[in-house]
């Protein structure tokens, strides 16, 4: 299963399956922004395996830089990426793809090996070498799901301080 509807949380465990679909779309991305863009990484839970996860793609495109992304913004527009300016922040361009109903993937484009590249890569790297922590995540993230249901924003903000400990060292 890929996909859920905008603004649900609902988690399911790892499936092979994404890893795949992941490739298709970085091979399509890095095609297409070629000279643009130096890499494309799977990151979030999907890209973990023995996570629970939201079906959704989680991706990082590192740019050479953010200075001007217009072209970038318009390619991964053409590939049906849709910057989504609202969840914007600093040093973070946002795309979803899928519809309000079956939302498939997140992609965050950020400068290559910026901050934000860094810590998408040592997060997911720290999990998957900690074996203790990995479970805790995966514990946080099964009562949050619960807890906000309908809220992804609020989920995604209940799970902040838990990865800020990861990302600092203090886990």
């Known amino acids: 299963m890929l996909g859920l509807k905008k603004g649900v949380v609902k988690l399911v465990p790892h499936d ?9 779309d970085k091979n399509k991305i890095l095609k297409s922004c070629q000279g643009l863009i130096l890499n494309v990484i799977h990151i979030g839970s999907t890209s973990m395996p023995n996570m629970l996860a939201k079906p959704i793609i989680d991706m990082v495109v590192g740019a050479k830089s953010l200075a001007r992304p217009k072209k970038i913004i318009e390619k991964l527009e053409l590939l049906g ?25 997140h992609l ?28 805790e995540y995966k514990k946080l993230k099964h009562k949050l799901s619960e807890k906000y249901k309908n809220d992804r924003a609020s989920y995604t903000k209940a799970k902040a301080g838990f990865i800020s400990n990861v990302l600092n060292g203090k886990l």
Not at 16 to 24: D, H, R, V, Y
Not at 81 to 105: A, Y
Request: charge should be positive.
């Open 16 to 24: 092979p399956k994404w890893k795949n679909l992941f490739k298709k």
């Open 108 to 135: 965050s484009l950020v400068k290559y090996e910026g901050k934000n590249w860094n810590n998408y890569l040592k997060f997911v790297d720290v999990l998957k070498q900690n074996k203790r922590l990995a479970k």
């Open 81 to 105: 990426f849709v910057h989504d300016k609202d969840d914007d922040v600093e040093g973070r361009i946002f795309f979803l793809k899928g519809s309000d109903k079956r939302r498939t993937h």
